[in-house]
């Protein structure tokens, strides 16, 4: 018992442990704490990823040596207008001009003619956030000139990690307003016009950067102004027009491929349009997968903690850390998926030191709580003094364990001293069956049974009783069987009786250690012997009332239908045949309430209805013999109560047969079933009404009592118990019986018990009638 104590103990604790380092993990997975350093391993994962680029990919970079010869910054609207025509002239498949052109200037009706040529040509608009009246960002597209003929418009809008790095990009952006690709998106369409378009709110994906600044062919600006580039270096090329100069556009520190390394907006672009191309883009999993990721090692090392020795736990743990690590690059390099490793890792790191500390914890606050429990175990008699004050739990520990010897000591004479004052006889045995301890009253009955010292054994004990015989009567209200009279050392319940006529029932029952060891028997003697002549006495007078009393009132009525019988003058054999009857009947009645008051029972569903029919099919021939017209109403109800069924039975049974006994003949007989309310307890009744003399008033209190009749014509003939049986089976079922009658007018007699289910019809409605003619 103990160790199984101390193993649930310990597995609580490892419940503990198992739940808060998974909650931590999801706790990780979900707030992203750890993004730092799953950012830091995903740059030097990514470095293992090098690719060259896409050769379609060409920049047309506004750069220093641009400004120098073309003007500083922003140029005209004309020399752009030039400038596109010129990449268009040379057969560009498609040119991204990453340059905002919010404001309406002179030449952008050239501009926009320029961009209409026969390239495509996509144009950004600006998302700026946070946006005015409420919404999360503000839309502004480019003048109208250009938006009308640009091929298309996109966002081109990058997202920045925690550190400050470009990592990240939303292929499609955008609300209710409107949704805008990217501009790289709408760049490779135009490579690749299969090509699949993000679907509305698909998450960002990740860059897959695959070099450092200069990574893709690059020419200036003003060589294409000056017609310096060869047609056939432009021709069919993917042209992303942008600014590099220093001072102009923008500069991103981005992380994968090029950590640490700041690049234009425009390679950044390239980067994007590089992997978009290649089918290299990087997805980052959602929060179950990652989840799944960092949970299974995680259970994979506290199922281990459970069965491993500590010696291998060490390795297993280095082996975790090595394959989740190995795990997440093959997924990222493989199947361009981020798994991110780092809430995996930490749940690792912290559930070893965490189970090492609770597992110790648990160990100490076992052994502090057994030996406390042991020591506050004779409290009921001699409590126990205070401890001297202890400044860490092991010295408590000692101190516990110095008080425990001591008290020990105590703990027998408390059992001892409590054997004593129990009012039934207690023998103590050892495992050879030699009693060792018995209390008061176990010594007077080893006295009165004249039990010599030297014969105090459980044996010995034994042949001073007899058994009782289970025909003599039963006390058990299940009717269960005992066992026969015990072998020597035999546990079980057993019935006997002294050489002075004392009755006794006799328990014996194993004695063992903590751990489960048979130290020895515990023989407990109770005196029934008042309880058990009572029984038998009931047991006698019922047994004379359904067997000794029927019998020769059955042999009567059997003498009075044959030829002999005959032969008697017909009034007198009438008189003698209703003694008979009302004999039977009353030694019926009594049998019936006898069952109704103790008939153990366990409680099934019962259908009223059924029940209600089965009623009336038994009483059919009395029904019948009447002319009586029967009408019954609800018995296609299904409403269950839960009962004995024999008794529910019987009990409508008696109902009818009161209403048919006391109708006149030609009568109505009424039976219905239907569903009531009585506070707030939704109650099946079953209701019969006859047409007879009816009952006054201040007899109907009493009509339910023993032996209680009505005074009346025609109500002198029963015994009047009836109705008592109906009232003992309902009170047994939480239910009740009541009577609503008059002079002259009938009698009503409602069985009211509790519904366990709702109807499934209505049982209110009229059901089909049948009757008597």
């Known amino acids: ?134 919404t999360p960002f503000d839309v502004i597209p480019p003048v109208s000139e250009v938006r009308d003929g640009a091929t298309a418009i996109g966002h081109v809008n990058l997202l920045l990690d925690s550190d400050g790095k470009v990592r990240r990009a939303r292929l499609v952006a955008g609300d209710e307003r409107g949704r805008w690709p990217h501009l790289m998106v709408l760049t490779q369409r135009a490579a690749d016009p299969a090509a699949d378009l993000p679907e509305e709110g698909e998450g960002p994906l990740l860059i897959p950067f695959a070099g450092s600044a200069g990574h893709f062919p690059t020419i200036g600006a003003s060589s294409v102004l000056r017609g310096q580039v060869p047609a056939e270096l432009l021709r069919d090329r993917l042209v992303l027009v942008g600014a590099t100069a220093e001072g102009l556009g923008d500069r991103y520190a981005t992380g994968g491929g090029n950590p640490g390394g700041i690049l234009p907006g425009i390679e950044v672009q390239a980067h994007l349009l590089d992997g978009l191309l290649s089918d290299r883009m990087i997805a980052e999993s959602g929060f179950w997968p990652r989840a799944a990721f960092a949970l299974v090692p995680l259970w994979i090392l506290l199922i281990a903690l459970r069965v491993m020795q500590p010696s291998a736990l060490v390795a297993l743990i280095a082996g975790l850390v090595v394959l ?40 100490n606050r076992y052994m502090i709580e057994e030996l406390e429990r ?53 023998f103590i045995a050892d495992r050879s069956g030699a009693i060792v301890l018995a209390n008061a009253e176990a010594e007077a009955l080893a006295e009165e049974l004249r039990l010599a010292a030297d014969e105090r054994t459980l044996p010995a004990l034994y042949a001073r009783f007899q058994p009782i015989p289970l025909a003599e009567g039963r006390l058990e209200p299940e009717g269960s069987d005992l066992p026969p009279w015990p072998a020597p050392l035999e546990p079980g319940r057993y019935r006997a009786r002294s050489a002075g006529g004392r009755s006794f029932e006799i328990r014996v029952a194993p004695r ?83 069952r109704a008051e103790s008939l153990p029972y366990e409680a099934e569903p019962v259908n009223v209805a059924d029940m209600l029919v089965d009623a009336l099919d038994q009483l059919w021939p009395r029904i019948a013999a009447k002319d009586l017209k029967a009408e019954l109403a609800g018995e296609d109800a299904t409403l269950f109560v839960a009962g004995e069924r024999s008794l529910l039975t019987r009990a409508v049974v008696n109902l009818i047969d009161n209403a048919v006994y006391h109708s006149p003949p030609g009568a109505r007989l009424r039976c219905s079933i239907e569903v009531i309310e009585e506070q707030g307890v939704p109650m099946a009744t079953c209701t019969i009404a006859d047409e007879g003399p009816g009952i006054a008033p201040d007899h109907l209190a009493a009509l339910f009592e023993r032996f209680r009749q009505a005074p009346g014509k025609g109500r002198g003939n029963g015994v009047g118990l009836g109705l008592a049986q109906v009232h003992t089976v309902a009170v047994r079922h939480g239910g009740w019986v009541r009577c609503e009658s008059r002079v002259g007018g009938g009698s009503t007699f409602v069985l009211g018990l509790p519904l366990l289910s709702e109807p499934t019809e209505d049982p209110a409605q009229d059901g089909a009638s049948a009757s008597s003619q």
């Open 512 to 594: 063992r250690s903590a751990q489960g060891e048979l130290l020895g028997w515990v023989v407990r003697t109770t005196d029934i012997t008042t309880l058990w002549e009572a029984q038998r006495q009931r047991e006698d007078m019922l047994e004379f009332l359904s067997h000794d009393m029927r019998s020769p009132q059955t042999s009567i009525l059997a003498l009075l239908t044959d030829a002999d019988g005959k032969r008697i003058d017909p009034q007198i054999a009438g008189r003698i045949e209703s003694h008979a009857r009302r004999t039977i009947a009353l030694a019926e009645g009594f049998v019936q309430l006898a």
């Open 1 to 134: 018992m103990i160790r199984r104590t101390g193993l649930r103990r310990l597995a609580a604790e490892w419940w503990l442990v198992a739940l808060l380092s998974s909650a931590l993990a999801l706790f990780l997975v979900h707030d992203r704490t750890t993004q730092r350093l799953d950012t830091l391993l995903y740059d030097l994962l990514l470095q293992l990823d090098g690719s060259d680029p896409d050769p379609r990919i060409l920049i047309v970079a506004i750069d220093d040596h641009s400004t120098r010869e073309t003007g500083a910054w922003p140029w005209p609207r004309e020399v752009q207008a030039e400038l596109v025509e010129k990449l268009a002239d040379a057969g560009a498949a498609a040119i991204a001009y990453d340059v905002l052109l919010l404001n309406p200037k002179a030449g952008d009706a050239a501009l926009g003619r320029a961009m209409a040529g026969p390239a495509r040509v996509f144009v950004p608009l600006l998302m700026r956030a946070p946006g005015t009246n409420g």
């Open 324 to 363: 989740l690590l190995a795990a997440a690059a093959a997924v990222l390099l493989g199947f361009r998926l981020w798994l991110t490793p780092m809430p995996g890792l930490a749940a690792l790191a912290v559930v070893y030191p965490l189970w090492g500390w609770r597992r110790l914890a648990a160990a």
């Open 374 to 426: 042991f020591r506050a175990e004779p409290d009921l008699l001699a409590p126990a003094g205070p401890l001297p004050s202890a400044p860490d739990p092991v010295s408590r520990q000692m101190a516990l364990l110095n008080d425990a010897i001591g008290q020990s000591r105590n703990l027998r004479r408390f059992v001892t001293e409590s054997l004593r004052q129990l009012p039934d006889g207690v």
